[in-house]
């Protein structure tokens, strides 16, 4: 059973900000691209943001110029930079690793954007 382990969720004022992480084991985290979806009450999951082995990034337009995605290979571990929190960027976030059809999914992290 693989695990992705995320924290750093929680309650942000709009316009704040947050960090979340997400650790892997090391046998995937090297293989595979990982990044972040989220699934805000009643909608679908939705991509948030990528970022592949070699460290090229890719973002929902949504989220663009607020939200980094970053690596260290050191630890294993994405994060993800959260600023300018908006009331919409409210969800569960969910780390992925992705490669070819093998989806692997954390437990997910609330994110509440109110004030």
């Known amino acids: 059973q693989v695990q992705l382990v995320e924290s750093g969720g929680g309650l942000a004022l709009p316009g704040g900000s947050l960090t979340l992480s997400c650790t892997a084991p090391?046998?995937?985290?090297?293989?595979?691209?990982m990044g972040w979806h989220r699934q805000a009450p009643g909608k679908q999951r939705e991509f948030v943001a990528g970022?592949?082995?070699?460290?090229?990034?890719n973002y929902a337009d949504s989220v663009r110029g607020r939200l980094t995605i970053s690596r260290d290979d050191a630890k294993n571990t994405i994060y993800l930079q959260m600023n300018s929190l908006e009331p919409e960027d409210t969800a569960i976030y969910y780390c992925?690793?992705?490669?070819?059809?093998?989806?692997?999914w954390g437990q997910g992290t609330q994110v509440t954007v109110s004030g």
């Open positions: 992925n690793a992705h490669l070819g059809v093998v989806d692997y």
């Open positions: 090391e046998s995937i985290f090297r293989r595979y691209n």
């Open positions: 970022i592949g082995n070699g460290g090229g990034t």
